[in-house]
């Protein structure tokens, strides 16, 4: 199951860094759905997305040393529904509907996918 999730982060993350570096206009209108005024700090989330892209190519290969990275993006991603996202919809603001429920969907799956005791057994 976790080699899934690292194939899926190669063709979501891959997709976003490419669109996101390399065409930011057009990342505002698909990956941000319009939600978000165009600045170079789209290029920043490039960026990120384009390392955990690298590091879930590694994950194919070495899935329990590379689990970090899906941590990471539980903290990350859970961070920024909490702090962000939910706000926003309770105050009725705008915001990424579809980035969020993606974000929240994938949150769960990760609880259930990353090696707790790999990564906690290795501290």
């Known amino acids: 199951m976790i080699g899934v999730v690292y194939l899926a982060n190669i063709l979501v993350a891959g997709w976003i860094s490419w669109t996101c570096l390399f065409f930011p206009e057009k990342a505002v209108q698909t990956v941000f759905t319009n939600h978000l005024v165009y600045s170079e700090a789209i290029r920043l989330?490039?960026?990120?997305?384009?390392?955990?892209?690298?590091?879930?190519?590694?994950?194919?290969?070495?899935?329990?040393?590379?689990?970090?990275?899906?941590?990471?993006?539980?903290?990350?991603?859970?961070?920024?529904?909490?702090?962000?996202?939910?706000?926003?919809?309770?105050?009725a603001h705008p915001y990424p509907k579809s980035m969020a429920i993606f974000f929240f969907v994938w949150v769960l799956v990760l609880l259930f996918v990353i090696p707790w005791k790999h990564i906690f057994g290795a501290l």
């Open 45 to 91: 989330v490039g960026a990120l997305w384009g390392g955990i892209f690298v590091l879930s190519c590694i994950g194919l290969f070495l899935p329990y040393r590379m689990s970090l990275i899906l941590l990471f993006q539980l903290i990350y991603k859970g961070a920024w529904l909490m702090f962000v996202a939910v706000p926003a919809m309770l105050q």
